[in-house]
């Protein structure tokens, strides 16, 4: 079984995120980490390799500033078999569909039985690149799967509705895009942490990439970014603390006396 | 307030980029999985076999030992992180760590490779836990006056006596056990250590105490009636226990030490995050410089306590001569920096600083242990000011 993983790295939501002059987040100098929803992908992809009879490996697939490496040793700390990252200062300000035709020409490179993707990131939110990029390759996409379970050459999988979830199931190679209900993401234990130093991370730019002669980066966004500022300030927080009853009691006065509820 | 000497300048000063690795990957664990734990743990004090399990499940306990045994071979400085990271949200789950140290720094120290390969794996991997028995009833700082016997028969030793105060010496499958095996020998030359499997018959904890703090840490009564230890138990040589001991606590009082910053560490964030938030006369207490002086002082109290024994961990692992004398002034600094950091928490915080729904209670009364065991304050300062009145010139 072999799995590819694409993973994001994200701005760290607990640091402090600058904007440069042109309105954009400065990543290079903005502490990253994995985005949270990929983790869960990561997590899945490990288990299923963990169970295979006949092992496999994990490829982390990351299109990032040149300080991406830092923030893939900590999926390869988790247990990933190696990292990928593509990076070029002309894919800074790339919009989705540069990203997508970037992510489908590294994967043409790399050899997979399925491709996990998380279901959105924490930055740009788009939740649209899994998709893309199986499109891209004309891979079947199976999206909010609360299961995947691969077997003969197929994978099948629990994707959530709305009242339940359908069973679907697809030839491999196959994209599934992962949800929280797989699992929670495993934390690195001490030895996985040091395996991950002499993990290989194969750096590519735009320039080692199939693209098939589209233009991406950018020069060429398809979007504008037209402008940007800083979230007002939250007011004033109130903590409601007691035992679970009462809180609770008080929480509900608190919205009928706003009519909220 | 960070916490890092990340930015300090010159080698030998600048953690790894591993040793920030696994300090960070352990804080997020301690953070998410142990911080809520630690009241309940307290409260019950009953020893938190899931924090156990934690530890080893990601090779934390493997820290102290050598790869080719299955442990994870971090040097004592990054071993200290650990203790720190963890006793910063739970005194009592980063004494397990420590503990695991402790107990086995004799074989770590002295042992043959057939020990090592006997023991190591099953203490790396966190399955077995390690506990220390030094100390007795009437022997405490003086560890000399032991009275617990070894006495040679055919290929055995037969062990006879009580130990008191033995951190987890209820819950560990192995016991270091220092006794007397040769009563007419000089007072330093009379002891050995001997390897104890829990099961062993005669071999019982019949009680633990009640304790002010590190409640979580069972501390045991532990009793040897008749109980029969093959030679190849013995650590070391015959009469060496005494030395293999103090050497032993040379280089465990750092974990000890680790184990005051990361309390203090805690109380001061706890502290800090309340002045913030907590206001009176119309503003958050921090903004009183009567409460902004105190907590300055705190961080800088656990700064340097910090930094002196990050220093210390590098000399003894260098192999300075003096490692005892670093070992006792890091243990008696870091000691005294988490008493008076906590309590000054407990001050800050005021009425809600005096009750369990804020952790400083908690950790004013587990800073106070660090004063204590592993040589009391009072025994650091004869260590220290030993090695300064014997100096050369």
Known sequence: MRIVVLAKPVPDATGQERLGPDGRLDRTTTAAVVNGNDEYALEAALKLVEASPDGGEVTILAMAPANGPETLRKALAMGATRGVLVTDPALAGSCVVSTVRVLAAALRGLTYDLVLAGADTSDGGGGVVGAGVAALLGLPYLSYAARVEPADGRVRVHRITATGYDIVDAPLPALVVATQALGEPRYPSLKGIMAARSKEIVTQSVADLDLGGAEVGGAVASTRLVDSHPPAARAATRVVRGPAVEAAREVVGFLVERRLI | ?393
């Open chain 2, 1 to 393: 307030m960070t916490e890092a000497s990340d930015a300090t300048a010159g080698p030998g000063y600048r953690l790894s980029e591993d040793q920030l690795m696994l300090r960070d990957a352990i804080k997020v664990l301690a953070d998410e999985r142990i911080a809520p734990r630690a009241a309940e743990i307290d409260r019950t004090a009953e020893f938190p076999w899931d924090v156990k399990e934690l530890l080893a499940g990601h090779d934390i306990l493997g820290l102290p030992f050598p790869l080719e045994y299955g442990g994870v071979g971090g040097d004592l400085l990054t071993l200290c992180l650990a203790i720190e990271a963890i006793s910063r949200v739970c005194a009592s789950s980063g004494l397990i760590l420590a503990v695991q140290e402790l107990g086995a720094l004799p074989l770590l120290l002295a042992g043959s490779d057939d020990q090592k390969q006997r023991w190591f794996p099953d203490l790396a991997s966190g399955r077995h836990l390690i506990a220390f028995a030094l100390t007795e009833a009437e022997a405490g700082s003086d560890a000399a006056a032991i009275r617990t016997r070894a006495v040679r028969d055919g290929s055995d030793y037969v062990i006879d006596g009580a130990k008191r105060f033995i951190s987890q010496g209820d819950v560990a499958d192995l016991v270091t056990v220092f006794a007397v095996t040769d009563p007419d020998a000089a007072r330093h030359r009379n002891l050995s250590c001997f390897i104890v499997e829990k099961g062993t018959p005669g071999f019982s904890a019949p009680r633990v105490e009640h304790k002010m703090g590190i409640r979580g840490s069972t501390t045991a009564e532990l009793v040897f009636e008749g109980v029969r230890v093959p030679a190849d138990h013995l650590v070391g040589a015959e009469g060496d226990g005494f030395s293999l001991a103090m050497r032993t606590l040379d280089r465990s009082r750092p974990g000890i030490a680790a184990q005051a910053v990361g309390i203090a560490q805690g109380a001061l964030e706890v502290a800090a995050a309340y002045a913030r938030q907590r206001r009176q006369f119309g503003r958050p207490i921090g903004e009183f410089q009567l409460v902004a002086g105190m907590l300055a002082d705190m961080d800088a109290a656990t700064e340097s306590a910090r930094q002196l024994l990050y220093k210390a961990c590098t000399e003894i692992e260098a192999g300075a001569p003096d490692a005892g004398r670093w070992s006792a002034m890091c243990k008696l600094v870091a000691g005294d920096a988490a008493m008076r950091v906590t309590t000054d928490a407990v001050q800050v915080l005021g009425g809600y600083g005096y009750i369990d729904e804020f952790p400083v209670e908690r950790m004013m009364r587990d800073a106070k242990i660090t004063q204590l065991y592993e040589g009391t304050q009072q025994i650091q300062r004869l260590v220290v000011a030993r090695a300064l009145l014997d100096g050369r010139d």
